[in-house]
C-alpha cells in the first residue's frame, strides 16, 4: 500500500527581512512526510530547522516554493486561512514550553479548543482527560510556573493534542529539560507516534534523533542528507 | 462571552496596580461628566417645577427689565385692557418692590409683592405651591396684614418671625396673619405678599404693574391669547415695549440657556473622560506589548486575528465599564454632596442637581465605549502581530 503523504515541500525558499537586510535562511527545499511517520530534524544553529517547522505549522509563508499539508497547498493563504490550518491539523510543542503563565494547567489545554468553538463542558472533560493521559491528572488546577520543566512541557503536549491533529511538530522539546525528563518526553511522543500521529521533531540530541524513522539533516538552509533509521 | 469576560478577568487583575490607575482615569471622568450634566439637568427639572406652580394655563406679561429698573411701567389700565381679550379669564396685577423690611429692630432689604389678595387665590387655585404652614392668605381689602413665605419665617431674620408678629416695611407695621409651606423656589420662599393698593400707596406708585398674570379661559388657545394681547398692548402703548410669556416659551428660552450650561459643563467634564480613555489607550498598548510572545501562542494554537482583536477589546470595554459604574456612583455621590453644600451655603433652590436614571445608563454605556474605542488601536496591532516574529521576542 502507498503511504498516503501529509507533508509537501515543493522547492521552498525563505528569506527575512531583517532592518532592510534580506537574510536568506532556506534555499530550495524539497521534502515529502508520510501520515504516521516520525521525522526528525537535525542541523547546526541557522540552518533552517525552526524555519521548516514554521512552514509545515502554517506560523509562515515561503518566500518562494509551494507548502502542501494534507493535500491542500497552504503557501498563500491568507492569516486567517493559516490559523485555521493551525487550529485544525497542528500541534505545537516548543522548547519554551509556552504556556501562557495565568492560565492553569487545565485552561491551557482547553485554549485551542476554545478558538476552535468547542463549549465549555466539552472542553473541560477532553482537556482533563489529555492531561490524564500525559500523567498529570494530579496537576490540573496548577499554573505553569508551579510545575516542573517535564510537568511543563507534558501540558505542552496534552494542548498540542487538543483539536486532534494530524501533525505534531516539536522543536526542540527537551532543549530545556533535564536528562530523565527529556526521555520522558520522547518517550511520550514515540507512543503518540505509535497510535498514528505524524511526529516531526527537531533536536540537537543524535540519540533522539535516531529514535526517529527518518533523520534529515540541514546545513545552511539546504538537505544535507537524509539518513533512515531502525 | 464568559469565557473572554473570564480572561480578561485574568489578564486585567495580573497586573492589578496598573488596572487600578487605568480605572481612576475612567471612574474621575465618568464621575465628573454624570455631576456636571446633573447641575444642568437639576436646574431644568427645578425651572419646570416653578413652572408647575404657575401652571400651564397662564400667561405673564411684563416690561423687560433693564439695568436700574424697567424702562416703562404697565398701569392698571393696561391691565384692564388685558381682561377685555378675548379668551381671558382672570387678570392678576402684581406690583413688586424691594424695599426697607424691618423686625424687632433688625433692618434688611426685601421683596414684597402687592397683590389682590381674591384675584391672586382665583388665579393660583388648583396648582401647586401656595400651601400654608400656619394661618391664612390675607383677605380682601386686609390693610396692614401680610402673608409671607417660609424663609421669612423661618431664617430671613435672626430671630423667627411667626404669625402675629409684626414686620415694619418702609417703617408701616404690618401684621403676619399666614406663612406658606416650603417651596424649593427661593423667589417664593423669601417673599412677603399684601395688599396690592395700600402697598402702592406706601410706595407712591398709585397706578404701577410690574407683572400682570393672565389666566386663560378653559378651551382657549394660549399661544393665541398671548398674541391678541400682545396686539391689544401694542395699540396702547404705541411700541413693543413688553414681554408676553406663554409657559412654552418660557421652557423655551430658558431651556436654550440650560442647554448651554450642560454642553460646557458636559465639555469640560469630557475632557477628562478623554484622558481617561488616553490611559486605557496607554494601558492596552502596554498590555499588548508585554503580552506579545502571548499573543503568539494563542495564534500558535489557532487564534485567528478575530479572536486576538475581540480579547484585547473586550479587555478595554471592561476598563470602561467596571470605570464607569464605579464613575457613575461617585457622580451620583458628588451630585448629592452639591445639593446638600448648595442648599446650606447659597440657600435653597438656587443651584439644585439631578442624576436621571437614563444619564446614569448613558454615561455607563459612554464609558463602555470609550473603552471600546481606545482599545481598538492597541487590539488591532496585537491581532496584526506576526506569530513567528512574536514567539521569537519571547525567546
Redesign the interface.
Known sequence: MMPMEIVRLENVSKIYTMDKVQVPVLHGISLEIYKGEFVSVMGPSGSGKSTIM?LI?C??RPTRGEVYLDGKNVSKLS??KL??M???KIG?V???F???P??NALENVE??M???GVV?AKRTSRAGELLRAVGLEHRLKHKPTELSGGERQRVAIA?AL??NPEIILADEPTGNLDMKSGEEIINLLQKLNAEGRTVLIVTHELEYARRAQRMIKLRDGLIEGIEVGK | MIDYALLSLKSLSHRKFRTFLTLLGVIIGIAAVVSMISIGTGMKVSLEEQLEVLGTDKLIVSTPQVLGGRTKELTDADADAIDGVMGVSLVSSLYSVSTNVKFRGEEKTGTVWGLDPEKAEKTFAGTSGYDLLEGRWIGKGDKNKITVGYGIHDDFFEREVSVGNALYIKEHPFQVVGIFKQTGDRDSDYAIYADIDQLRQLMGKEKEITIVIVRIKEGSNIEQVAMRIEDVLEKRLGEKNFVVLTPKQIVEQVGETFKIIQIVFGGIAAVSLAVGGIGIANTMVMNVLERTVEIGIMKSVGASREHILRIFLFESGMIGAVGGSIGVLFGYAISKAINIAASKYLGQGILYTTVTPEMALSALAFAFVVGIISGIYPAYKASELDPVEALRRGA
Do not use: S, V, Y
Open positions: 514554521n505549522g506560523l509562515d492569516e486567517d490559523a485555521e493551525r487550529r485544525k505545537f516548543f522548547q519554551q509556552n504556556l501562557i495565568r492560565l485554549l485551542p476554545w478558538f476552535a465549555k494542548r487538543a483539536n
